[in-house]
């Protein structure tokens, strides 16, 4: 049995702590708001944003940091990834040497266009740093439907004993030792759904929604594999895979708020609406950033800017896409991948 500290208690910390819990572990649950704690001992249920799922009687809540990381054989930070650095340095002072952090949140810091697991290493010195990555929805891990998540990192140790804790016969682990492309594909497939949405906002069909599919991981895997991903990644569990859960279901936060605006609301107004952090707006000005320091074509990323942060209509940004130049439909990755970097393990 594992200590397990859970900093975060939104629905996604939420139901890795169910999981956590039913496979043996000793789980506490962190957050920074008094109310929800006091929730969560009460009602044994994240009531607001996972509704449904009952939490077991012995599992600890708590509002004191301390008590959540001290003597942790794993920490699972959970929080919205605009809050990772802050949470970060909070819980620098109590992490030991070594300890092992796994970052299960998805985005780009906008300011410094560094991944989640940059920012960990960067505010938190000396510590183990793995990313969980792929297609699930806390709802349906929560109510342990079939999950298969890809777990990163630099250490295969690392990486296997996260496995080991996580997986049981409805949540299959893989391993990678791709951090960086895990992360990338994680946070720019909510910038894809975001369109997704705004297609179907717009009443457009199954035809429009394959298209941005299929063409955003393209442009993820261009902008990836140029920044040193492989691109084996881009194509699996937290590439294509996670982007047709993202943009597919009704569960996706992302896609919500992108119907809401392809149907005219503002920004603000989505986001107020779904009621809860949506990471492709916090990734979109990072993605697009990155485009450009890379040199690398992204127009559905662009348009989404434009939509987000311009004050373009949805459907003239449809327009634009529609009407650029005429392209190949594929260029050689290969070109792009350097062949001879070594794959770590």
């Not at 990381?69 to 109590?94: H, M």
């Not at 682990?173 to 997704?196: M, P, Q, R, T």
């Not at 003239?316 to 009407?323: D, I, R």
Request: hydrophobic share 45%; net charge negative; with cysteine.
């Amino acid at each position: 049995m594992a200590e397990i500290g859970i900093i975060g208690a939104g629905s996604w910390g939420t139901a890795l702590s169910v999981l956590l819990y039913k496979n043996g572990n000793h789980v506490t649950m962190w957050s920074i708001m008094e109310e929800e704690v006091e929730m969560l001992k009460k009602e044994h249920e994240q009531k607001d944003k996972l509704p449904g799922v009952k939490l077991p009687e012995d599992m600890i809540f708590t509002t004191d940091l301390e008590q959540a990381v001290k003597g942790k054989d794993l920490l699972v930070l959970a929080v919205p990834s605009p809050y990772t650095r802050s949470t970060a340095a909070a819980i620098a002072p109590f992490a030991a040497k070594d300890q092992k952090i796994v970052n299960v949140a998805k985005g780009i810091e906008e300011a410094t266009l560094m991944t989640l697991s940059q920012i960990i290493e960067e505010e938190i010195p000396d510590v183990d740093v793995a990313v969980l990555s792929g297609p699930s929805h806390a709802e349906e891990v929560g109510r342990g439907i079939p999950t298969t998540i890809v777990v990163g990192a630099e250490n295969r140790d690392t990486a296997e004993y996260i496995q080991n804790l996580f997986m049981n016969e409805v949540f299959r682990v893989y391993i990678s030792s791709d951090v960086l492309g895990i992360e990338l594909g994680a946070a720019l497939k909510n910038v894809v759904a975001l369109a997704a949405g705004i297609a179907d906002g717009l009443g457009y069909g199954d035809n429009t929604k394959a298209a941005l599919i299929t063409r955003g991981i393209a442009e993820i895997a261009r902008l990836g594999i140029s920044m040193g991903g492989r691109i084996e990644t881009f194509y699996g569990l937290t590439g294509i895979g996670d982007l047709i859960v993202t943009c597919a279901s009704m569960h996706s936060r992302n896609r919500r708020a992108g119907i809401l605006i392809g149907k005219g609301a503002t920004m603000e107004e989505a986001m107020k609406e779904v009621k809860m952090v949506v990471e492709g707006v916090y990734s979109a000005k990072a993605g697009y950033a990155l485009s450009k320091e890379y040199n690398v074509s992204m127009p559905i990323v662009e348009q989404v800017n434009k939509v987000l942060f311009e004050g373009a209509s949805a459907d003239a940004a449809v327009k634009e896409l529609m009407l650029r130049d005429r392209k190949v439909e594929n260029i050689d990755l290969r070109n792009l991948y350097q062949n001879s970097v070594e794959i770590p393990w």
